[in-house]
């Protein structure tokens, strides 16, 4: 990844509620040459976004994160204050992200949980150039009828 103004590393904001998956993606970001901030919950990662959303070149979300906020939650929000930072939202459950994946922007993916290595890569690489609006997932397709 380029690095931003100045010599300085872009940031990213990582949200998941399960340790293991927010140690995974900021690792992945760190090698990539992101400086990596984390959040625990949705709440969290909200009030730090609240405080300085333009710090960060790109947001990689968990949906469900108990208690409070999901990550739906806090991209809708980021929206409506009409900031576009880039968003990654990353979900297990895809039978409920039809509503949302109709609301992505440019600058939004999907991604299906589990996500290996290369889908977090593309994922953020496609939000950063503005190339979202999509689903990206190396899960089979359910069987007909299951």
Known sequence: MDE??????KKALVMDDDAQVRELVAEILEDE???VEK??????GCEILQERSSDFAIVVSDNKMPPGMTGEDIYRELRRSCNKVPFVLMSGDLPSSAQI????DAYAVYVAKPPNLLEIIGAVQKALKGEGQQL??????SPAGG
């Open 4 to 9: 931003g103004q100045e010599g300085t590393k």
């Open 101 to 104: 994946l109709r609301e992505l």
């Open 39 to 44: 959040a625990e919950s949705g709440q969290q």
């Open 136 to 141: 990206i997932t190396s899960q089979p397709p």
């Open 33 to 35: 040459g992101f400086e």
